[in-house]
């Protein structure tokens, strides 16, 4: 069974600090890893989606590593905003192209 | 950008009654489209893939006659809860792909969800 698994699964800042979150997968057989956002009640945003052959991808003030063979990736949030308070999900893409999600973790960011 | 949408966004229903959800591609046509369901605090497990113009592949422990998936066009996929009770309360989001999904490539946009409680 595929499992993805994230830590922690919430998280509380004061604005201004760095958001790190983590995201591990027991199969390293991937074709890509998505992570979203997810604001409560509603349904998903997808913030980056890094492809298995890539290290790391960015969007302004995200940024996403993947490390395959650890079976890793991390997502960092620079310069946190009240605003980045959400969910944030892990989704792991297989070669049954089905997407295996993490559970997430809830972010607080405290003016 | 591709757009997915979902009607209701909220249903209240008695327990026994059944409840039809609609999932659109606004911008795209959906060649295969995924249901999910999450619990709170839960990951989003996936219920069925369907693909237009054929039946639905059910994940394992999902009853397919409880959950009834309709793809019948390229737009447009439902999903009906069947003499539903409350433990089938939940949050239901579909997402849409363009592609068949066969490479493992095609980018799946999710929509807004729907939050059924069962009375």
């Known amino acids: 069974k595929q499992e993805v698994t994230q830590i922690p699964a919430a998280l509380s800042v004061p604005e201004g600090e760095n958001l790190v979150l983590n995201c591990s997968f027991t199969?390293?057989?991937?074709?890509?890893l998505q992570w979203f956002r997810q604001d409560p009640g509603k349904g998903l945003t997808s913030l980056l989606l890094i492809q298995s052959s890539q290290r790391e991808q960015t969007s302004g003030r995200l940024n996403a590593s993947l490390d395959k063979s650890s079976g890793r990736s991390t997502l960092y949030i620079a310069a946190s905003q009240p605003g980045d308070s959400a969910t944030y999900l892990c989704?792991?893409?297989?070669?049954?192209?089905?997407?295996?999600f993490g559970a997430g973790t809830t972010v607080t960011v405290r003016a | 950008g591709a757009v997915v949408s979902q009607h209701p966004s909220r249903v209240i229903c008695k327990s026994g009654t059944s409840v039809k959800i609609e999932c659109r591609s606004l911008d795209f046509q959906a060649t295969t489209m995924f249901w999910y369901r999450q619990f709170p605090k839960k990951s989003l497990m996936l219920m069925a893939t369907?693909?237009?113009?054929?039946?639905?592949?059910?994940e394992q422990g999902v009853e397919k006659d409880k959950f009834l998936i309709n793809h019948a066009s390229l737009t447009l996929s439902t999903l009906t809860v069947t003499s539903a009770h409350p433990e089938d309360s939940s949050f239901y989001i579909c997402s849409a792909s363009e592609g068949s999904g066969e490479w493992g490539t095609d980018t799946q946009y999710f929509g807004p969800g729907t939050r059924l409680t069962v009375l």
């Open positions: 989704a792991v893409r297989y070669p049954d192209y089905k997407l295996s």
């Open positions: 369907s693909n237009e113009g054929s039946k639905a592949t059910y």
């Open positions: 199969d390293s057989a991937i074709y890509n």
